[in-house]
């Protein structure tokens, strides 16, 4: 009897640990998403539009899923330094250059990244600071 009582004490402490990692890392994605989402509106949303729809020939969608995955670890370079690369987004080639934000902290790259790719039907998941780092001394 007192083994099982102490199994199931042993089990609770460890099922209570699992579910307040999994809500820290709940309660990271949902900061980096508002205070992404804040950043976006007053650097990317004039160009990406509200819902991330593009502008015309000039800015293209952020809603094209399968481009963000396959370029994550470029989209910080893209921020920081822009780019007049050639993107082909949902099948249409945007030719127009991206202005650089050269402002914007490391973190504040890193949040605004994990909004986009979060938002507008996206669902990419946690992208950290971290890793936004490493994106930036990859840069060319």
């Known amino acids: 009897m007192r083994k099982n009582i102490i ?3 042993f089990l609770t402490v460890i099922s209570a ?11 990271e994605l949902s900061t980096y998403i508002s205070n992404g989402k804040d950043i976006y ?9 509200e819902n991330g729809e593009g502008l015309g020939e000039l800015a293209p ?6 481009f963000l ?10 921020i920081k330094n822009g780019t007049d690369q050639p993107m082909t987004i949902n099948g249409k080639t945007y030719q127009g250059k991206m202005p650089a934000f050269p402002k914007l902290q490391t973190i504040d ?30 840069c060319k």
């Open 41 to 49: 509106r007053a650097n990317c949303q004039n160009c990406h539009g």
């Open 17 to 27: 640990i699992i579910y307040a990692c999994q809500n820290a890392s709940e309660i």
């Open 109 to 138: 790259i890193a949040q605004v990244t994990v909004y986009i790719t979060n938002a507008f039907g996206n669902k990419q998941g946690m992208y950290k600071y971290e890793q936004v780092a490493k994106d930036l001394q990859e």
């Open 69 to 78: 995955e396959k370029n994550k670890s470029k989209l910080a370079c893209y």
């Open 61 to 66: 969608p952020l809603t094209d899923s399968v």
């Open 7 to 9: 199994l199931a004490i």
